[in-house]
């Protein structure tokens, strides 16, 4: 765990999202040495709370179940939702109908400030030769990216009428370590999502906010200047697994879309849809 776990900055009541996830079981006791109180939700069973948590179990498509959870909230770190490629109902449930029940429950609740899970796959089309920056244009690989764009255009809908903060972390790939060739790029590590998520909550003027969500990477796609005022510091790299990774996958078909475009295998996955 960081140094940033003993930061003196405090909150009252954080609600995590997806706290039964992959990230979220990694981010609950980080968050958890930053509040007094801990609210974790998800759709999934979690582990049960201990002292200065709150565990409930919640459908993000469910409005009623979502309002109830926002309540006596300071602010949230929205992970929870789909998380890869799936049928378009699914993800329209959790990212599309969930988003629109959270933020608009975190309206009534006067909530100040939503971390926001969104995703590299908003741009997932670009090619790995491009450098871009949260300003260009986005250009969604599937149905999963696409509710992402939505995710982030809600929030900057809610800042633009109702004045309610939000940072959109466009994660990249947020493991114990890089898994393949293109994560060499788009890798976050666990400290790394920590300094970023406590950047994004402690930063004094955010309004809505949009950046990458990476390590200090030698070889990155992602220009992150524009939002160099949440003072985000990555500390780690993954240039020490590199040797390990380019051996396991020394050959690259530079014919494949998934090797050509920053997205990777999301750009060749899907559409799904449930069956009739
Ligand atoms: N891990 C990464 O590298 C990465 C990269 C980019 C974006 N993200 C985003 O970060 C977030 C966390 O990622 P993760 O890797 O932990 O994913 P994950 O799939 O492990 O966790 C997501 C959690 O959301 C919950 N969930 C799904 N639908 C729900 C619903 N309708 N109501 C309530 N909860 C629901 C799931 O049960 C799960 O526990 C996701 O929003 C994901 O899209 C992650
Ligand atoms: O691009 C990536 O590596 C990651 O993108 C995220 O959005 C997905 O949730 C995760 O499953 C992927 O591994």
């Not at 995703?119 to 871009?132: C, E, L, P």
């Not at 396991?248 to 990777?264: K, M, S």
Request: glycine residues 8%.
């Amino acid at each position: 765990m960081s140094d940033l776990t003993v930061s003196p900055i405090r909150f009252g009541r954080i609600l995590l999202t997806g706290a039964a996830g992959h990230l979220g079981r990694e981010m609950r006791p980080r968050l958890k040495a930053c509040c007094d109180r801990l609210r974790l939700s998800d759709l999934e069973p979690m582990a049960p709370a201990t002292d200065g948590e709150e565990v409930i179990v919640a459908d993000l498509a469910d409005r009623a179940a979502v309002l109830a959870l926002l309540e006596g909230v300071d602010a949230v770190v929205h992970l929870g939702g789909v998380s890869t490629e799936q049928s378009w109902e699914r993800i329209a449930a959790a990212n599309i109908h969930g988003a629109v029940n959270l933020y608009e429950a975190a309206r009534r609740h006067g909530v100040r400030r939503i971390v926001f899970a969104s995703s590299n796959h908003v741009t997932g089309f670009y090619r790995q030769d491009q450098v871009i920056s949260p300003r260009d244009p986005v250009r969604p690989d599937g149905f999963y990216g696409l509710s992402k764009a939505f995710g982030e255009d809600l929030a900057q809908l809610y800042w633009d009428r109702f004045g309610l903060e939000t940072v959109s972390v466009r994660i990249g790939s947020a493991f114990a370590a890089p898994k393949d060739r293109r994560m060499l790029a788009t890798w976050m590590s666990f400290d790394d999502t920590e300094r970023l998520f406590m950047a994004a909550l402690t930063a004094p003027v955010v309004g809505h906010s949009i950046v990458y969500g990476l390590s200090d990477n030698a070889t990155a796609w992602w220009d992150n200047t524009p939002a160099r005022h949440l003072g985000y510091r990555p500390q780690d790299s993954s240039e020490v697994f590199r040797a390990e990774v380019e051996a396991r996958q020394p050959v690259l078909d530079r014919e494949d879309p998934a090797v050509i475009h920053q997205g990777g295998a999301f750009v060749r996955t899907g559409p799904f849809f449930e069956e009739a």
